[in-house]
């Protein structure tokens, strides 16, 4: 059994590269505050902390894991498909990711950090 996609094999090819796009700004977003902290000399959450995302790991271990959000989110937008900065529906793939991704680690750490109740801190 088959499933018809509109547009076919193209229609298939386009939602793959939305996704991509969409996961490249998800990547680029998690990029952000990792090299951030880690080239200012801070510590930072990271999946290699102990507990993973909870505990801190080094400012090296910090702008080493940026850095590879940074080359998988580029590599995400820039490689795959045509990215067309011009392309409302392109953009909008991308911005979700990063709005998306964005809005997760806000709630998550803002529980480790303090930042969903400002007021307590």
């Not at 298939?12 to 969409?22: I, R």
């Not at 392309?87 to 809005?103: E, K, M, P």
């Amino acid at each position: 059994m088959s499933i018809a996609l509109p547009g076919g094999d193209a229609g298939l090819s386009m939602w793959m590269h939305l996704a991509s796009w969409f996961l490249g700004g998800a990547f680029l977003t998690n990029a952000v505050p990792h090299w951030v902290n880690g080239v200012m000399g801070r510590p930072f959450q990271s999946p290699f902390a102990d507990p993973p995302g909870q505990g801190h790991s080094t400012s090296t271990v910090n702008v080493l894991w940026g850095f590879f959000n940074l080359a998988v989110g580029y590599v995400l937008v820039c490689r795959v498909g045509d990215f067309d900065p011009r392309s409302t529906v392109d953009v909008v793939a991308l911005g979700l990711g990063a709005l998306l991704l964005g809005l997760f680690s806000a709630r998550v750490f803002g529980r480790v950090n303090g930042g969903n109740c400002p007021g307590d801190a």
